[in-house]
């Protein structure tokens, strides 16, 4: 069932649109993040659903209840809208203990003191730092006080949690072990939340669901494996993670028999074909690194190709292997370390499921 919808939401600052029709539709106790680099309209997108800020068209609504609609009239101040918010800069007050931070927003809602004792230790509990409600914020890490604005936010019960950033101000240790804690913490309680970031890896470990934005966009949206493994498009493949991208040659795909043309190279199997006689937009071909793998060299069959090595990296867990196809660049991911000369001939293999036809929707782009 539906519980947040963001619908057809336009934000323009003077004639600038931030925001572009952007609609979001969330289930109940699903984790969204609105994903995508600086200046997509992520922010503006979050606050116009906290109501610190008006848009100009669209409706927003949560629980079944508009909390904005201009067309309408509606607008629920921000304090009545139930949602509890966090923010990149931690937003405590330095001069008021952990345990006051927790409990201002109880206090004014008027909740009885022995209530606001027991739901601010539960809270500071649930996110590691129970027992730190005498201490002062300036006294704790950055990681530290983010918990306990993430408490604050989780004292007051919201219907709905929002992030702006939440993770941006902690070195990157504490930010990967953070991501899972905070993801812990949302199913464990079951809370609808809307996440922002421009970290693609954060985006995958904390979501249900992405929601891919672009120039106030949305480029594509769906569940993290989804939009990884099928990105429907150029930006949404190339910001969630490396990909090779090779011109499509239309006249020699086949796509009836499932065939697409690499421009001046081989011909491939591939599961998306239908695509290339279904649009009239500009398509290339794409696959992940990681997809493609280094075979023996009288292997034959469907999608089994012969590379020229350019370039070995050994990256720990992998080594990338920099080829050339048919003049194309392309770059393989392969499990340990695995040694290559330079010039030196290898057959690799990609399964017809991994070869993407995608739109190129990056402006002024040209060969990848
Ligand atoms: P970041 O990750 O850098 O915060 P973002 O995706 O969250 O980026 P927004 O903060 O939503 O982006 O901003 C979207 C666009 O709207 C940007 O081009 C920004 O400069 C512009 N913008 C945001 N707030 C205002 C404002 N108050 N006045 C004018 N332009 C604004």
């Excluded at 057809?8 to 600038?16: D, E, Q, T, Y």
């Excluded at 921000?78 to 966090?86: A, F, T, Y």
């Excluded at 001939?345 to 190129?360: E, G, H, Q, T």
Aim: contains cysteine; neutral net charge; hydrophobic residues 40%.
């Amino acid at each position: 069932m539906t519980y947040l919808v963001v619908e057809n939401l336009v934000k323009r600052f003077g004639s600038f649109v931030a925001v572009d029709r952007v609609s979001i539709t969330m289930a109940k106790g699903e984790v969204c993040t609105l994903l995508g680099p600086s200046g997509c309209g992520k922010t503006t997108t979050l606050r116009s659903i906290a109501g610190l800020e008006t848009f100009d068209s669209g409706r927003v609504s949560l629980d079944g209840v508009t909390l904005a609609d201009p067309s309408a009239g509606t607008f629920v101040p921000p304090e009545k809208r139930n949602l509890g918010m966090v923010f990149q800069s931690y937003a405590l007050w330095p001069h008021k203990t952990v345990g006051e931070n927790v409990s201002l927003g109880l206090k004014i809602a008027g909740l009885p003191a022995k209530e606001i004792t027991d739901r601010v230790a539960e809270v500071l509990t649930l996110v590691g730092m129970g027992g730190t409600e005498k201490r002062s914020p300036s006294s704790l890490s950055g990681g530290q006080q983010q918990r306990v604005a993430v408490a604050r936010a989780l004292a007051l019960q919201p219907k709905c949690l929002l992030f702006d950033e939440p993770l941006s101000n902690l070195d990157l240790l504490l930010r990967e072990r953070m991501r899972f804690e905070i993801r812990e913490l949302l199913v464990k309680l079951g809370i609808t939340a809307v996440y922002v970031t421009h970290d693609q890896t954060e985006a995958m470990v904390i979501s249900d669901h992405i929601v891919v934005m672009n120039q106030g966009k949305v480029e594509q949206e769906g569940a993290p494996t989804d939009i990884y493994t099928r990105p429907s498009n150029r930006f949404t493949a190339e910001f969630l993670g490396r990909t090779n991208l090779l011109p499509l040659d239309r006249a020699r795909s086949e796509p009836a028999t499932s065939k697409v043309a690499i421009a001046g190279g081989p011909i491939l199997k591939s599961a998306e074909a239908a695509r290339v006689s279904d649009s009239n937009e500009p398509l290339m071909i794409a696959f992940r690194p990681e997809m493609a793998r280094l075979v023996r060299t009288d292997e034959t069959g469907d999608n089994v190709m012969d590379g020229k090595v350019t370039s070995t990296s050994f990256l720990g867990s992998h080594t990338q292997v920099g080829l050339s196809l048919s003049g194309h660049e392309v770059n393989l991911l392969t499990p340990g370390h695995r040694k290559l000369a330079n010039g030196e001939s290898v057959r690799f293999a990609i399964d017809p499921a991994n070869v993407l036809v995608i739109v190129d929707n990056v402006s002024g782009s040209e060969e990848p």
